[in-house]
């Protein structure tokens, strides 16, 4: 059991019979009464998000969670199939399941979370940052590198990022998983 004041963004907790996960979390102290949490959390099993509010104190079911690296292989109808880095098992996840899974190509690693009491698949986490070739984009124009105008640029992957007007087709840049955004250029 842990306290609802002791919930940070990636916890795990057991509530209502399912698991959920906390994406977003606030502490609040009202002009008047008991400082409340104010936590936004994803349902691991279907990945619907609700917005929840706990008192200060309020005791919740936390859940042990184990994290693993694990590299993307292949889709197929089952899912992601993703193979343990260790043991060399493969497993299937659902595409809810896995942050930034329009990022992912095959060979990269994720950290795929697991509850410790019955190794249930939490989800899957794309790293913060990862580097993709842009397969299309409108060309460049030179003297468009002053303003912060953007282009839409569909990368290897089949995700379409909003990038500088200065950035070409066959480019290699970074982007971040979580929000999509371009981070910059890589030189390779």
């Not at 953007?150 to 840049?173: D, H, M, Q, S, W």
């Amino acid at each position: 059991m842990i306290n609802s004041q002791e919930i940070k963004i990636g916890t795990c907790i057991r509530l209502d019979g399912k698991i959920w996960t906390c994406i977003d979390f606030q502490h609040r102290k009202p002009g008047k009464g008991n400082t409340v949490m104010i936590t936004k959390l994803k349902n691991v099993a279907d990945g619907r998000v609700l917005e929840r509010t706990f008192q200060v104190g309020f005791k919740l079911e936390d859940v042990r969670v184990e994290r693993r690296p694990f590299q993307y292989l292949y889709q197929d109808p089952t899912g992601y199939i993703f193979m343990n880095q260790e043991t060399f098992e493969q497993i299937p996840i659902s595409e809810h399941q896995i942050d930034g899974f329009a990022y992912m190509k095959e060979g990269d690693v994720v950290e795929v979370v697991t509850d410790t009491s019955d190794g249930t698949i939490l989800s899957a986490e794309m790293p913060a940052k990862t580097t993709l070739k842009i397969t299309h984009s409108e060309p460049g124009v030179k003297g468009n590198t002053a303003t912060n105008a953007t282009k839409p640029a569909t990368v290897e992957t089949g995700a379409v990022v909003r990038v500088p007007l200065f950035i070409n087709e066959g480019e290699t840049i970074q982007i971040d998983t979580r929000d999509g955004s371009y981070l910059g250029r890589v030189n390779a």
